[in-house]
């Protein structure tokens, strides 16, 4: 089964269209399936005294209010133009999480995803699952923060308002940038899928690109992971985004990953059978015997190549009597 990969590249462009243009010619090198940005209004989305998490402090002018750095980071309907035509010259998919009802409107005018983002921050928000999802496309449920009765409650509204359970992913998740590696719990995504029966997915903020390619192992169909052309650029998100050759590595791995899960049936693979003669064994002669002589614990053994008979056999063997004469190490016959 191939793994959708989100590259996201959030608000990674700083609010400036050449560079949201430059991290579309990243993903599409990378190999992902789909390249995100997110569509919003502040005032829709953030009241002017909000706070900013200690990440964005971090990472941003720290007497810059929360609204002041998001307003900056907007994307008009004009600019989703542009992008969207620039993803379909790069062969890539445009796909943008919308936070706010009429961002959703917009992207639903624009028509350009069959999917649906629920960020984390929004996935107690029982109106916005409403408007969202009324429309039954494929429901990505980001959970971060969550907890399963908070989850089920959020696919509880969803299915009410229209979308399948088969159309629902879910979205393990830990808001945290960068999200520490004893903070990432991937079973908790496996047991999601096994308590909900629903597709799951991981939305990863770690360092690095060994957790994304440990999901798609345990069973993640959707993986989405942020990335940017610097790491060092200023902006809340960049650095816990991966850089260019980073992201198209992790990209590569997760397509290895799917080839070597295979269909689970146990069986010699076609590169390794020709090497089961070689590196299996045979019955032997342990010295010369001769015809007539019955076959002991004391003249057989096994030994390579493994083109006579299996070894699996020696109590079949023992106390039969040697057709013929056979010289040390000779392969045993009936």
């Not at 793994?3 to 990378?30: F, Q, R």
């Not at 939305?203 to 390619?213: A, F, K, M, Y």
């Not at 650095?239 to 295979?262: C, F, H, T, Y």
């Amino acid at each position: 089964m191939r793994t959708l990969v989100i590259a996201e590249a959030g608000v990674n462009h700083n609010g400036d269209i050449k560079l949201a243009k430059e991290l579309i010619a990243v993903a599409a090198n990378s190999g992902a399936d789909l390249v995100k940005f997110q569509t919003f209004v502040t005032a829709s989305n953030i009241s002017r005294g909000a706070p900013k998490a200690e990440y964005q402090k971090r990472a941003t002018d720290s007497e810059e209010s929360q609204y002041e750095m998001v307003r900056k980071l907007e994307l008009s309907k004009y600019d989703h133009l542009e992008l969207i035509e620039e993803c379909k010259k790069r062969k890539i998919g445009f796909f943008s999480t919308a936070f706010d009802a009429i961002s959703i409107d917009m992207l639903n005018e624009l028509n350009v995803s069959d999917y649906v983002k629920v960020p984390s921050g929004e996935l107690t928000n029982l109106p916005y699952l409403r408007y969202l999802t009324r429309h039954g496309k494929h429901v990505l449920l980001s959970t971060g923060m969550a907890n399963l009765g908070e989850i089920e409650a959020a696919i509880n509204v969803v299915e009410q308002a229209g979308t399948p359970r088969d159309k629902i992913t879910v979205l393990h998740c830990t808001t945290e940038y960068p999200t520490p590696m004893d903070d990432v719990n991937l079973r908790a995504m496996v047991n999601i899928g096994k308590a909900f029966g629903v597709s799951v997915g991981y939305s990863d903020h770690t360092p690095g690109i060994e957790v994304p390619i440990a999901a798609v192992a345990l069973g993640a169909t959707v993986i989405e992971k942020h990335f940017t052309l610097d790491r060092t650029f200023p902006g809340p998100d960049h650095r816990a985004s991966l850089e260019p050759d980073e992201l198209k590595s992790m990209v590569q791995g997760i397509r290895n990953i799917e080839k070597a899960l295979g269909d689970g049936i146990k069986r010699p693979s076609p590169s390794e059978l020709k090497n089961k003669p070689i590196a299996r064994k045979s019955l032997v002669a342990a010295c010369p015997i001769k015809a007539g002589e019955l076959f002991s614990e004391d003249n057989l053994m096994a030994k390579r190549p493994g083109t006579g008979i299996s070894p699996m056999q020696w109590d079949e063997v023992i106390g039969r009597t040697a057709p013929r004469d056979f010289s040390e190490d000779e392969l045993i016959e009936l």
